[in-house]
């Protein structure tokens, strides 16, 4: 027999021929024939027909070894190839696959699209290999707790400043939320989460990191210590204040749903922004107010339980939470201190404390006993310096240079 005509035979094959030729020799009957195939009757009408007419070879599928009616032209391979290249080079299969449909008008599967990769030596398999950890359940309801993160990298890479997505995921569902800062601290994690809020609702608990924007680093007094409490920081004490419940992950693993989060959005976000040409930290949040709808749409995934564990509350009482509050004394002529500047207070004060209430959107409040306080800022005000140098008494010069002259 010619090589060409040879073909191999798969284990499904031999089985079927194996139950075809005790059929036809009588000793299984079709029905039986079919509960062993798990084949219709129809079905194993036409194989007994086929196997009778062409023997073993008869089973055997008559595509098999023809390329499919549905292949792809080869001209259509060296244009994806080519734009890949070109536009593409460092994008994964799946994501080059959803912008060559999105932005080429070209319908091919990630599959396929990896194939040629592949053989073009255009990408590469990689392997991952993780430690072992305890698997935890995604929390039932929406909004039951969100994780987040703050992630420093180069999101616009050459073309713009370096900046830090503040980052929200919610454990149920995996719905996104994100913004831009130029800093990770506090001011930044309370405005987006002031932000979040206002889209969804308060969470009843957040599950972030030890950072110390999240957890106060400072040393517990005897006091605290015999009360078994400890210092907040200025996001925990606000969120306490709202009565979401803060946890602390001790170790970047105990938050995996938000750094796989930011592993995608590393790979994903950063192309997009390219594509568009953004360049300027604004450009960059206006374009995720039109991102995440699209992003949550091809990832969220549906809760265990239905309801909505988020609370709505007034944009009003988010502003008087999620400030930075720092205790001041009030100078005898009425004068306030803070962070370099000098305010005059105005109108008649009986407490010699004040709180000063440092809002998301850099105004300041002052407050005593519970009623806001009118202010003006001094701006002619210059900060004393403490000389550290001691001024010598004119007498001891005087002996100093009676001895040197001796």
Same mark, same amino acid.
């Given at each position: 027999?010619?090589?060409?005509?040879?073909?191999?035979?798969?284990?499904?094959?031999?089985?079927?021929?194996?139950?075809?030729?005790?059929?036809?020799?009588?000793?299984?009957?079709?029905? !039986?024939?079919?509960? @062993?195939?798990?084949?219709? #009757?129809?079905?194993?009408?036409?194989?007994? $027909?086929?196997?009778?007419? +062409? %023997?073993?070879?008869?089973?055997?599928?008559?595509?098999?070894?023809?390329?499919?009616?549905?292949?792809?032209?080869?001209?259509?391979?060296?244009?994806?190839?080519?734009?890949?290249?070109?536009?593409?080079?460092?994008?994964?299969?799946?994501?080059?696959?959803?912008?060559?449909?999105?932005?080429?008008?070209?319908?091919?599967?990630?599959?396929?699209?990896?194939?040629?990769?592949?053989?073009?030596?255009?990408?590469?398999?990689?392997?991952?290999?993780?430690?072992?950890?305890?698997?935890?359940?995604?929390?039932?309801?929406?909004?039951?707790?969100?994780?987040?993160?703050?992630?420093?990298?180069?999101?616009?890479?050459?073309?713009?400043? !370096?900046?830090?997505? @503040?980052?929200?995921?919610? #454990?149920?569902?995996?719905?996104?939320?994100? $913004?831009?800062?130029?800093? +990770? %601290?506090?001011?930044?994690?309370?405005?987006?989460?002031?932000?979040?809020?206002?889209?969804?609702?308060?969470?009843?608990?957040?599950?972030?990191?030890?950072?110390?924007?999240?957890?106060?680093?400072?040393?517990?007094?005897?006091?605290?210590?015999?009360?078994?409490?400890?210092?907040?920081?200025?996001?925990?004490?606000?969120?306490?204040?709202?009565?979401?419940?803060?946890?602390?992950?001790?170790?970047?693993?105990?938050?995996?749903?938000?750094?796989?989060?930011?592993?995608?959005?590393?790979?994903r976000l950063v192309k997009e922004m390219r594509l568009r040409g953004i360049r300027t930290l604004a450009q960059a949040n206006a374009f995720l107010d039109s991102y995440?709808?699209?992003?949550?749409?091809?990832?969220?995934?549906?809760?265990?339980?239905?309801?909505?564990?988020?609370?709505?509350?007034?944009?009003?009482?988010?502003?008087?939470?999620?400030?930075?509050?720092?205790?001041?004394?009030?100078?005898?002529?009425?004068?306030?201190?803070?962070?370099?500047?000098?305010?005059?207070?105005?109108?008649?004060?009986?407490?010699?404390?004040?709180?000063?209430?440092?809002?998301?959107?850099?105004s300041l409040k002052i407050i005593a006993q519970g009623k806001n306080i009118a202010y003006r800022q001094i701006t002619d005000f210059t900060p004393k310096r403490r000389?550290?140098?001691?001024?010598?008494?004119?007498?001891?010069?005087?002996?100093?240079?009676?001895?040197?002259?001796?």
């Amino acid at each position: 027999m010619a090589k060409e005509d040879m073909m191999t035979m798969s284990a499904r094959d031999m089985r079927r021929v194996k139950v075809i030729v005790a059929v036809l020799e009588r000793r299984v009957s079709q029905v !039986r024939a079919a509960e @062993m195939l798990d084949l219709s #009757d129809r079905q194993v009408r036409r194989l007994v $027909r086929s196997v009778r007419r +062409e %023997g073993d070879r008869g089973v055997i599928h008559k595509l098999r070894g023809r390329s499919s009616n549905r292949r792809l032209s080869d001209r259509v391979k060296q244009r994806v190839l080519r734009l890949y290249r070109s536009r593409y080079h460092d994008f994964g299969p799946t994501l080059a696959k959803e912008k060559l449909e999105e932005r080429d008008r070209i319908q091919i599967s990630s599959e396929t699209l990896r194939g040629w990769l592949l053989e073009a030596g255009l990408w590469a398999r990689h392997r991952k290999r993780s430690v072992h950890r305890m698997w935890r359940e995604r929390k039932e309801c929406f909004g039951e707790m969100i994780q987040m993160d703050g992630s420093h990298h180069a999101w616009l890479e050459e073309r713009g400043p !370096r900046m830090v997505l @503040m980052g929200y995921i919610d #454990d149920a569902t995996g719905e996104a939320y994100g $913004r831009f800062y130029d800093h +990770e %601290g506090t001011l930044p994690a309370m405005e987006s989460f002031k932000r979040y809020t206002c889209r969804y609702g308060l969470p009843i608990s957040v599950y972030v990191d030890c950072h110390t924007t999240y957890k106060s680093a400072k040393k517990l007094t005897v006091w605290e210590e015999l009360e078994g409490t400890r210092p907040l920081s200025q996001f925990e004490r606000a969120l306490h204040e709202l009565g979401v419940e803060v946890k602390h992950a001790h170790s970047p693993q105990a938050k995996g749903r938000v750094e796989r989060l930011f592993g995608v959005l590393q790979d994903r976000l950063v192309k997009e922004m390219r594509l568009r040409g953004i360049r300027t930290l604004a450009q960059a949040n206006a374009f995720l107010d039109s991102y995440w709808p699209r992003y949550n749409r091809k990832f969220r995934v549906s809760p265990r339980n239905p309801i909505n564990a988020h609370v709505r509350v007034a944009h009003s009482d988010l502003d008087r939470y999620l400030c930075i509050k720092s205790e001041r004394t009030v100078a005898k002529d009425h004068t306030l201190a803070h962070h370099g500047r000098l305010f005059q207070l105005q109108g008649t004060i009986t407490t010699r404390t004040v709180w000063v209430h440092e809002h998301t959107d850099g105004s300041l409040k002052i407050i005593a006993q519970g009623k806001n306080i009118a202010y003006r800022q001094i701006t002619d005000f210059t900060p004393k310096r403490r000389s550290h140098q001691r001024s010598i008494p004119s007498s001891w010069i005087a002996t100093s240079n009676h001895y040197s002259s001796l």
